[in-house]
């Protein structure tokens, strides 16, 4: 049986399908180089914290499933071979969202080490 959904929530899926069938597909992780995984829609900002973002084609990279989990992990992401342009992309498009992140990570950074 098909759960209902508020004509909100089937118009937000309906942008959303809209706009994952007119992205570029590559075939490989932009964030590890992967070509022999599954890839999925990684959103650079998350949907729960940025609603506003969530069907924005900007927001979203081709990521392997690993990738997607870990680029919410503040330490991890520096690692990504995407990171430097994602950040910029983010950026340009939410400078705030931007400066969060980079406290974020640096934050992490520290307590990883030792410093704060």
């Not at 599954?38 to 690993?66: D, F, M, P």
Request: glycine share 6%.
């Amino acid at each position: 049986m098909l759960r209902k959904v508020s004509k909100k929530k089937a118009r937000s899926l309906y942008q959303q399908r809209k706009m994952y069938a007119s992205l570029e597909r590559t075939g490989f992780c932009s964030g590890c180089g992967r070509s022999d995984a599954i890839l999925t829609n990684s959103h650079l900002l998350s949907q729960g914290q940025y609603k506003q973002y969530q069907n924005e084609a900007w927001n979203l990279v081709e990521h392997c499933r690993q990738c997607n989990s870990d680029w919410q992990n503040h330490l991890k992401r520096p690692l990504f071979l995407d990171y430097a342009r994602n950040m910029e992309i983010i950026k340009l498009h939410d400078e705030r969202a931007y400066f969060e992140l980079i406290g974020k990570e640096s934050l992490k950074k520290q307590k990883y080490l030792g410093v704060a």
